[in-house]
């Protein structure tokens, strides 16, 4: 049975939607502004990663509050304050000296990611059930937002460098979070103004301990997990593309912030597709295909480029099996680890609503705190592991690693579900009984 939407529903999803899209521009700028930094502060590669890590870390920390509250006074107020706050340490990047400074501002420029959780919970409350998949990955695809500063960022950058404007704003890289502190307070300004100003609250008086409760689920906990798999390493490889393409295919910071958007583009625009996905066939399903291209794609990313030398008894060498990969197959591979991942962001979260739909700001801040807690942790990760194997293609072996962890985790459950289970499931991939730590008799969901 199709349920009407609520009278401005499609407000809420469309303003949030544009709001989060361009607070995840802001919260990934790092990425394309990274390379001018680097040149103009002296800074290492290890250096820079860990401007790109602070932003990615207060872009998670708060994702569980961020949630519950939303939960509590309705996410109008949660997002208008996010682009708010946002606005002032995106202004002041404009005006940084120091590279402590500048790891100072990352860090609270980054509290922008977590109106992610924040408008996962407030567009549940407002769309029907039937619609939820495709909702929350219309809103998810704001996570396209990561390419617009991809695309305006090396024009503006090159355009304006070296002039200056009003006598106290500088051109080059610190004209583009100007831009963005402007853009930021007119949205807000429009989402306050343009959603109903009666908003939907269903954690109002549900007790804090209530709506905790899930989070003792080991459900959850592999959720989160695999939404580092899919969201914390897509936040991660925004980021640390536009560097990967620039010392490793000699291409400029333009081409260089091009060929990743053709990854950024699908990891977001596909989840719309993702949920629609989730919603006919099942989440799980979903989830089997996002790990089975991603470990494909990233199992031949991994490879390094080199041959075999073989030093004979007589003192000749030789070589075998010569590989190397060029700049297009490699494009090409990346476009299909972002589709994967597109897919997978939204199937992730169609569980959330369908087993804890109470408690979505909840869960849905763990699940997108741990998330993006990925994306903290994997750039160090990516330089760290480089520094160590000599290997630029360590960054995808990091990957292969993490997603095969996930698929094996994931596929040990339905296994241990369906012999747990009557004999009649064997065939079916979807039920919501196959919590780990719980016997609870939720209806089951089970499609064909």
Request: charged fraction near 10%.
């Amino acid at each position: 049975m199709t349920t009407t939407p609520l009278p401005g529903a499609n407000r809420v999803l469309w303003l949030s939607t544009i709001g989060f899209t361009l607070m995840f521009a802001v919260w990934l700028m790092f990425g394309i502004l990274g390379k001018p930094i680097q040149t103009e502060f002296g800074l290492t590669e290890v250096q820079l990663s860990w401007i790109v890590a602070a932003a990615a870390l207060n872009g998670s920390l708060w994702r569980l509050p961020a949630g519950i509250i939303t939960d509590r006074i309705g996410g109008r107020k949660v997002m208008t304050f996010l682009l708010l706050a946002t606005a002032v340490p995106a202004f002041l990047v404009s005006q940084v000296e120091s590279y402590g400074m500048l790891l100072v501002l990352a860090f609270l420029v980054g509290f922008a990611g977590n109106a992610f959780s924040a408008g996962i919970a407030w567009n549940s409350v407002w769309q029907p059930r039937e619609r939820q998949g495709f909702a929350l990955g219309l809103f998810g695809a704001g996570n396209v937002g990561a390419s617009v500063t991809k695309f305006i960022g090396p024009p503006l950058i090159a355009g304006t460098a070296g002039a200056t404007y009003f006598g106290v704003l500088d051109g080059g890289w610190r004209l583009v979070p100007v831009v963005y502190a402007v853009l930021l307070v007119v949205m807000a300004a429009a989402l306050w103004f343009g959603t109903p100003s009666q908003d939907r609250m269903p954690g109002t008086g549900m007790p804090l301990r209530q709506q905790l409760t899930p989070l003792k689920e080991l459900r959850v906990w592999r959720f989160s997990l695999y939404y580092v798999a899919v969201f914390g390493a897509y936040v991660a490889l925004a980021s640390w593309l536009p560097i990967y393409y620039i010392d490793n295919f000699g291409v400029s910071l333009q081409t260089a912030a091009l060929l990743t958007a053709t990854y950024i583009f699908p990891a977001s625009l596909l989840r719309p597709f993702g949920g629609m996905i989730s919603d006919r066939y099942g989440a799980r399903r979903a989830m089997y295909w996002t790990f089975a291209v991603m470990l494909l794609v990233t199992g031949i990313l991994m490879m390094p480029n080199g041959h075999i030398v073989i030093d004979h008894p007589d003192g000749t060498q030789s070589s075998h099996l010569a590989y190397s990969i060029g700049l297009v197959p490699f494009a090409i591979l990346v476009f299909l680890l972002g589709c994967a991942m597109g897919v997978g962001k939204a199937a992730v979260f169609k569980h959330i609503p369908e087993y804890f739909p109470d408690n979505v700001g909840s869960v849905g801040g763990l699940v997108g705190m741990l998330g993006g807690l990925g994306g903290f942790f994997l750039p160090p990760l990516f330089a760290y592991t480089k520094a160590w194997s000599g290997f630029p293609s360590s960054t995808f072996f990091v990957l292969f690693i993490l997603t095969a962890i996930c698929a094996l985790w994931m596929h040990w459950t339905v296994v241990h579900m369906l012999h747990r289970e009557s004999p009649e499931l064997a065939g079916l991939l979807e039920s919501p009984r196959d919590n780990e730590n719980s016997q609870d008799t939720a209806p089951e969901e089970v499609r064909a």
